[in-house]
């Protein structure tokens, strides 16, 4: 089992829907929790950052963490089209290794 | 502006070649990293250094070399050894905080590493 899958996508929703992203781990060692969004041809930019379980909310952005289910998702409200990106998930533990998830390709259509 | 300035945005090797990245940052942070980015894969660990003149292999290191001589520049060496360099290269910095939680890291915009 791979430590961090992500739905590669495309995923297409129309503007101003709800969109969930999702990322689902098993290695329970994962403490820390980030979000990051990446534009083509730009670095990933830093979204969301918990290590908590339960919800963390931050504009028309929510991540919520599940760690009894080694879950965790990314809620975007009020879809736009600045908002058509890939999103990668990215889990941390204590002692520093970090893994990245291979991200999700998100198209918000006009 | 406080950030990380990757330099050039593109580059291009010719076979044989040995070519180095630069990467900058002003966010007085003590760790820097340096990942690999391929389509349809996630990002992998080249190197990292959590203090000045010290630095650990990543995850797929061979091909690559570095150097921190000052807390601000973390250069990465593509050199001849590594035979399939095509890969956009990613740094990035974060703050070592061993008090409190671990703290995220923060990237610059890339380089687009090409063959030629």
């Known amino acids: 089992q791979k430590e961090v899958e992500q739905d590669p996508g495309p995923l297409s929703v129309p503007e101003g829907a709800i969109v969930s992203l999702n990322c689902t781990y098993s290695?329970?060692?994962?403490?820390?929790f980030m979000w990051y969004r990446q534009y083509s041809r730009k670095g990933p930019e830093l979204l969301m950052y918990?290590?908590?379980?339960g919800n963390k909310e931050d504009g028309r952005f929510t991540a919520q963490v599940d760690k009894s289910s080694k879950y965790i998702s990314l809620f975007i409200r009020d879809s736009q089209p600045s908002d058509s990106a890939t999103y990668l998930c990215?889990?941390?533990?204590?002692?520093?290794?970090?893994?990245f998830g291979k991200g999700t390709r998100l198209h918000i259509l006009p | 502006d406080g950030g990380i300035t990757q330099s050039p945005k593109y580059l291009f090797r010719k076979e044989g070649q040995n070519v180095t990245l630069s990467c900058e940052q002003n966010?007085?942070?003590?760790?820097m990293y340096w990942y690999r980015q391929d389509p349809g894969q996630g990002l992998r660990l080249i190197y990292y250094?959590?203090?000045?003149?010290?630095?650990q292999k990543g995850d797929i290191a061979e091909g690559y070399s570095v150097s921190r001589e000052k807390k601000e520049s973390f250069p990465l060496t593509v050199t001849s050894a590594q035979k399939n360099p095509t890969a956009f290269y990613l740094c990035?910095?974060?703050?070592?905080?061993?008090?409190?939680?671990?703290?995220?890291?923060?990237f610059g915009d890339g380089t687009r590493l090409s063959i030629l």
């Open positions: 966010l007085n942070h003590d760790a």
């Open positions: 990215a889990l941390q533990t204590r002692d520093d290794k970090i893994i």
């Open positions: 918990t290590y908590s379980s």
């Open positions: 990035a910095s974060s703050i070592v905080d061993r008090v409190a939680h671990n703290q995220p890291q923060h």
């Open positions: 250094s959590q203090i000045v003149n010290d630095f």
């Open positions: 290695n329970s060692a994962f403490q820390y």
